[in-house]
């Protein structure tokens, strides 16, 4: 069956960066774009960016260019996702999804908390 | 502030029929497919409608989704007490350098 497990929670300080990762398994890794989304506490989900897991092609939203640095490695089925310069503002739940086209995101991960505090 | 614009709450009482609308633009929904996410409490969201009206397997006919020009909708008929949610739109934007776009979440409280 399809699955994405991420990594756990993680917490950070302002300034820091933090990388997250999303292991699928249970199909073809190259053969569906990973997507990120984050939501943070009490609010809607963000779109963040995606990456071809095949050629390693990325789109990262204008709001997280200059900040947001997204990778994989097919050995390891794994995409990661890196956020940089972390304010308060970061704090969220970041989820990775499978997908199909555009944003029809099949399958999700379980989501990651990501804490910035001092 | 979401481009893609939900009511921020919505209600109905069991059996019910609910309706959510999801606006966009001439750049996102218009012109590409929408799809619907619900979100439990404390869980990943779950794709709920995809390319504007297609149920993935496992979802209710209860939920249906259209499209008009620049407006999406969601309707559940028969309303249970477990589709107490939030739901999201999501659609493709070809401005600029193209994005993807989540509406802001139509929290629906089953009465």
């Known amino acids: 069956q399809v699955q994405l497990v991420q990594s756990g929670a993680k917490e950070a300080k302002p300034g820091a960066s933090v990388t997250v990762s999303c292991n699928v398994s249970g199909y073809t890794f190259t053969t569906y774009y990973i997507h990120w989304v984050r939501q943070a506490p009490g609010q809607g989900l963000e779109w963040m960016g995606w990456i071809n897991p095949n050629r390693g092609a990325t789109k990262v939203a204008q709001k997280f260019q200059g900040r947001v640095t997204m990778i994989r490695d097919t050995s390891l089925t794994t995409a990661y996702m890196e956020v940089s310069r972390l304010t308060s503002d970061d704090t969220a739940v970041y989820y990775c999804?499978?997908?199909?086209?555009?944003?029809?995101?099949?399958?999700w991960g379980q989501g990651t908390l990501v804490t910035v505090s001092s | 502030q979401s481009v893609l614009t939900q009511p921020p709450s919505a209600s109905g009482t069991p059996g019910q029929r609910v309706t959510i609308s999801c606006s966009g633009s001439s750049s996102n929904i218009a012109t590409n497919a929408v799809n619907w996410y619900q979100q439990l409490p404390g869980t990943a969201p779950k794709l709920l409608i995809y390319?504007?009206?297609q149920r993935p397997s496992g979802v209710p006919d209860r939920f249906s989704g259209s499209k008009s020009g620049t407006t999406a909708s969601l309707a559940i008929s028969g309303l249970q007490p477990e589709d107490e949610a939030d739901y999201y739109c999501?659609?493709?934007?070809?401005?600029?350098?193209?994005?993807?776009?989540f509406g802001g979440g139509t929290k629906l409280t089953v009465l």
């Open positions: 999804a499978r997908s199909v086209y555009q944003v029809q995101l099949d399958y």
């Open positions: 390319r504007n009206n």
């Open positions: 999501a659609a493709w934007d070809d401005s600029l350098t193209g994005q993807g776009l």
